[in-house]
């Protein structure tokens, strides 16, 4: 089960963290995805196989994700946000194919999402 923390607004040029709290999943294929009504959902980060982050070229430089291992919690720290990045965010695991964000189609395990909006 993953649940995910954190979101609501924003002004641009802020900070928000979100935060994903996997209980029964411990691997390491874990991101954060987001979608707007009417588009296609978007990889945003997420650590691969060998536990690299990686980023979508919209977010790199502002978004960071972040993990505890022992705890099973994922973390996206949001740094200068811009209206653009206002979407529902999604924490997902067992990515697939678990390598950059950019080349996953899906995942296994998604959250029920939290909304983020700057305006």
């Known amino acids: 089960q993953l649940v995910e923390f954190g979101g609501g607004s924003v002004q641009p040029g802020g900070s928000l963290t979100l935060s994903c709290a996997a209980s029964?999943?411990?691997?390491?294929?874990m991101g954060w995805f987001r979608q707007v009504p009417g588009k296609n959902r978007e990889g945003v980060a997420g650590f691969d196989s060998d536990s690299h982050p990686s980023y979508a070229d919209s977010v790199k430089g502002r978004f960071t994700i972040s993990k505890d291992s022992a705890n099973n919690t994922l973390w996206l720290q949001m740094d200068s946000p811009k209206p653009e990045d206002t979407a529902m965010y999604y924490c997902?695991?067992?990515?697939?194919?678990?390598?950059?964000?950019?080349?996953?189609?899906?995942?296994?395990?998604w959250g029920l999402g939290t909304q983020v909006t700057v305006s």
């Open positions: 029964g999943y411990s691997g390491v294929c």
């Open positions: 997902a695991a067992e990515l697939a194919p678990c390598r950059h964000i950019s080349g996953v189609a899906s995942a296994f395990y």
